[in-house]
């Protein structure tokens, strides 16, 4: 049974279902936050009043909240602690949606390491590294503002909106239309603007990910760049690339800018709007508005412009997000290795069948046709034949990495398209060139276990492989960035050590002689030699070797 696609809304409600207590406590501080805002000017226009020894019939609000306050250090004292609690209201409102912002970024990039570790590798050689690593940068800025900016804060700054709109309808229904009015017509005019910058902005983040991929392959090639004296030639690309991200973010830029401005400018001329509907009222023969509820009017609509500017930007978060949202969905939904039941994990004895084996290449040419052999016994069995011809891709098949298109392969009797991939490669181990080396130290590179009492297992065998002298013997010694810092030679035999130090069944090594001194060949052969009698050694070699007997030779045509 397929699982469900993993969606936008999916993830969000997992994500509330399980921060709720969290998530529930910023949005009541907001909505306090709220209510001290809207406090704010009727404190003023009772300041007012008391400045100006006035009185309102319509303005009571003050009085219905705290009851009659004629004494201005009264007064002062309860505006003081009102300011006090919107401050720790404010707080923890920002402290809560940061935290909730954290949370989220947490859980999105967790599940994305785990996702495009269990890829299947086919899918994952098929796209650059760089798609993958700014999944982790640009992405997750602009998915958790969508939930922290664009649905909590966005909630937040429509209720404050709805409620303020309410308030001023109680004091003046002209007034209240313009505003009404007014944002109607803002809204409509950044909504159109809007859709233009989607497509701009979609088209820069392309332009981003596709400069990060290029880069990240450049530097990883470094040493082959300045081998062949590419650094100009790789330069001049990457200046072309980057001038186009350059003319697509000027584009961005002119257009976010013209948004971002125009919406305080529409503002402000509704402000003027309002102040001077106002003026007319309060000098009309039938007023209907004293001073004090103009200047709360005022106040009010000072305090919404910020908020109203919000939500007119608010579309650029979910624009933003919803493009960052669609990139990493397409990773967490992609193709993985499945669980399969398995009916018989326990491979008892190492043996190989390949029968009637076809494994079609990524442009549907044929690798394999009907490739069948059998590995009865334990035993060093050579792979041969003429590159390209799929040695390295049977190992692949091996391990679960590949699926064949038709054909059945048994390891140690069971059919290896029952077992599930991780529980398959407990019994296989291999050594290549093409697998980089793991941890920050030699102890770490080749010991899957990190126990202390691993540390003289390691010891003995890279002794054993002359990896270790009585002169250089240091487990602590640092490997950077896989083996930067050391030789090639060196770097296989530290592969060749975590092999055969895991004791699996059947060892599976890629070119294991190529690159290594005589001596060094010597010691590695001694240690097959030694593994021969319990285990499955199979060698991908073309090169004659001397002092190794092979059981049996697999020829790839």
């Not at 997750?140 to 937040?156: E, H, M, P």
């Not at 109680?170 to 910058?197: A, C, D, E, K, Y």
């Not at 920050?440 to 080749?446: A, G, I, Y």
């Amino acid at each position: 049974m397929l699982s469900k696609p993993i969606t936008i809304k999916s993830l969000i409600i997992k994500f509330l279902k399980e921060e709720y207590f969290i998530v529930s406590g910023a949005f009541c501080f907001g909505l306090l936050d709220i209510f001290s805002i809207i406090l704010i000017p009727i404190f003023i226009g009772k300041y007012y009043q008391l400045a100006m020894n006035t009185h309102s019939a319509r303005g009571k609000i003050f009085t219905s909240l705290f009851g009659e306050v004629n004494d201005i250090y009264t007064f002062l004292f309860l505006f003081i602690s009102l300011l006090t609690t919107k401050l720790i209201f404010s707080y923890f409102k920002s402290l809560l949606i940061g935290i909730v912002s954290e949370r989220f970024s947490k859980s999105l990039r967790e599940s994305l390491f785990e996702s495009q570790l269990f890829t299947e590798i086919k899918v994952f050689e098929q796209k650059k590294t760089g798609n993958y690593l700014l999944r982790y940068s640009g992405d997750l800025g602009a998915i958790t503002k969508y939930l922290t900016k664009g649905i909590i804060g966005f909630i937040n700054d429509l209720i404050f909106l709805i409620l303020t709109l309410l308030f001023f309808l109680s004091i003046n229904v002209q007034l209240t239309l313009i505003i009404v009015v007014s944002f109607i017509v803002l809204f409509g005019v950044f909504f159109l603007l809007n859709q233009f910058l989607k497509k701009i902005t979609a088209q820069q983040r392309d332009l981003k990910s596709q400069n990060l991929g290029f880069v990240s392959a450049r530097l990883n090639a470094l040493s082959t760049i300045k081998s062949l004296n590419r650094e100009t030639v790789e330069v001049n690309k990457y200046l072309k690339k980057s001038d186009k991200l350059y003319n697509a973010s000027v584009s961005y830029h002119k257009l976010h800018s013209l948004i971002d401005n125009l919406s305080p400018f529409f503002l402000y001329l509704m402000l003027i709007a309002v102040l001077e509907t106002a003026y007319f009222i309060n000098h009309s023969e039938n007023s209907t508005i004293d001073g004090a509820q103009i200047l709360i009017f005022i106040m009010m609509t000072i305090n919404i412009i910020p908020v109203f500017k919000r939500i007119i930007k608010v579309h650029l978060i979910w624009q933003s997000g919803d493009i960052s949202f669609q990139k990493m969905l397409a990773l967490l939904n992609i193709s993985i290795e499945k669980n399969k039941e398995v009916i018989n994990s326990n491979i008892k004895y190492p043996t190989i069948l390949f029968e009637n084996v076809t494994y079609f290449k990524d442009d549907k040419s044929v690798l394999f046709n009907n490739l069948s052999f059998e590995i009865s016994k334990a035993g060093i069995y050579r792979i041969n034949g003429e590159q390209g011809s799929g040695k390295s891709t049977l190992f692949k098949i091996l391990l679960g990495l590949y699926k064949i298109d038709l054909g059945k392969i048994e390891i140690g009797s069971i059919n290896i398209n029952e077992i599930n991939p991780s529980v398959l490669r407990k019994h296989i181990t291999i050594s290549s060139d093409e697998l980089s080396l793991l941890g920050d130290t030699l102890f770490e590179v080749v010991s899957y276990s990190r126990k202390e009492e691993k540390r003289t297992e390691v010891e003995k065998i890279l002794y054993e492989l002359g990896y270790f002298t009585e002169e250089r013997n240091n487990l602590d010694a640092k490997i950077i960035d896989g083996g930067k810092n050391i030789s090639m030679s060196e770097k296989k035999i530290l592969s060749l050590a975590r092999a055969f130090l895991t004791n699996k069944k059947l060892i599976l090594l890629d070119n294991p002689f190529s690159g290594l001194d005589l001596q060094s060949k010597k010691k590695v052969i001694e240690k097959i030699r030694s593994e021969k009698e319990k285990k499955i050694i199979l060698i991908v070699s073309n090169e004659s070797i001397e002092n190794l007997t092979f059981d049996g030779e697999i020829v790839l045509n």
